[in-house]
């Protein structure tokens, strides 16, 4: 299964979802100053199975991505992993 941004964003079809996958992976549901061009969004493959669900590291953009067999997969983990975000709230 592909890794780019596309393709991980072609598994969240709502545009709501594609505010939860900005929130998720950056830590912020605000578009950057200077546009989402200059958002950089690194996806790097782990060698974990495929129970496991993504992680995002918000200081950095970065999302570990296990490597999943399919694309139903990619988008079942990764629409679990968002819906059971809880960011940086403190309340």
């Known amino acids: 299964v592909g890794r780019s941004p596309r393709c991980v964003a072609a598994c969240l079809t709502l545009r709501p979802s594609l505010l939860l996958l900005l929130v998720f992976l950056t830590g912020s549901d605000r578009i950057p100053i200077y546009g989402m061009s200059s958002l950089r969004i690194v996806i790097q493959s782990t060698a974990s199975g495929e129970q ?40």
């Open 52 to 91: 496991y669900l993504p992680v995002a590291h918000t200081c950095y953009n970065l999302l570990d991505l296990p490597k999943y067999s399919s694309k139903e997969i990619l988008s079942a983990r990764l629409v679990q992993a968002i819906d059971h975000y809880e960011g940086f709230s403190l309340a």
